[in-house]
T-cell receptor, first 113, second 116 residues
Framework: GAGVSQSPSNKVTEKGKDVELRCDPI?????LYWYRQSLGQGLEFLIY????????KSGLPSDRFSAERTGGSVSTLTIQRTQQEDSAVYLC???????????FGPGTRLTVT | AQTVTQSQPEMSVQEAETVTLSCTYDTSESDYYLFWYKQPPSRQMILVIRQEAYKQQNATENRFSVNFQKAAKSFSLKISDSQLGDAAMYFCAYRSPNFGNEKLTFGTGTRLTIIP
């Protein structure tokens, strides 16, 4: 079956612009996670969804970052007023009803110039 | 908070030989999950192997096996008969068993090079 998909694959944006990153989880997976992978910070958790609600937003680095999930499926991570330090690979993962194993998408590489 | 440490930024191994990647972690929880993920240049994280802390038996998946030492909080990955396709970044990760706290905490990774 289809895996986790993310779009766009790469995004270049100017400092100060807003960006939206999309994640399509595996069909039927109720849990969805966003992570960020950067040279300086390694792999870090951002936010977790169970269905459409986000019980854990503890990893969002600032109020410029937000995420939503609709219909228990697609999720969008929005970064407002992007900064150069936001440059990173943003990874999405999903799992079955808080199942143990998380399945990752290919990521979106965000470059802020 | 849990922490995961990978002390080997880079490792290399001859093709067909065996290599061991190290991982230690810190937690106050008695039950948890540990994982090794592989990230090739394509960026996609691929689950290699998982271990439940309550299981004493070390997990194995074909050429991949772990040495789980709960008291020492150590979780190393052994790759036998290394193949060119094993070249990648390898990340050790920790997950709490508690509902609502399913996030993965990752180590900083080990870049594995396979020498033909």
């Amino acid at each position: 079956g289809a895996g986790v998909s993310q779009s766009p694959s790469n995004k270049v944006t100017e400092k100060g612009k807003d960006v939206e990153l999309r994640c399509d989880p595996i069909s039927g997976h109720t849990a969805l996670y966003w992570y960020r992978q950067s040279l300086g910070q390694g792999l870090e958790f951002l936010i977790y969804f169970q269905g459409n609600s986000a019980p854990d937003k503890s990893g969002l680095p600032s109020d410029r970052f937000s995420a939503e999930r609709t219909g228990g499926s697609v999720s969008t991570l929005t970064i407002q007023r992007t900064q150069q330090e936001d440059s990173a690979v943003y990874l999405c993962a999903s799992s079955l009803n808080s199942g143990v194993e998380q399945y990752f998408g290919p990521g979106t590489r965000l470059t802020v110039t | 908070a849990q922490t995961v440490t990978q002390s080997q930024p880079e490792m290399s191994v001859q093709e067909a030989e065996t290599v061991t990647l190290s991982c230690t972690y810190d937690t106050s929880e008695s039950d948890y999950y540990l994982f090794w993920y592989k990230q090739p240049p394509s960026r996609q994280m691929i689950l290699v192997i998982r271990q439940e802390a309550y299981k004493q038996q070390n997990a194995t998946e074909n050429r991949f096996s772990v040495n789980f030492q709960k008291a020492a909080k150590s979780f190393s990955l052994k790759i036998s008969d290394s193949q060119l396709g094993d070249a990648a970044m390898y990340f050790c990760a920790y997950r709490s068993p508690n509902f609502g706290n399913e996030k993965l905490t990752f180590g900083t990774g080990t870049r594995l090079t396979i020498i033909p």
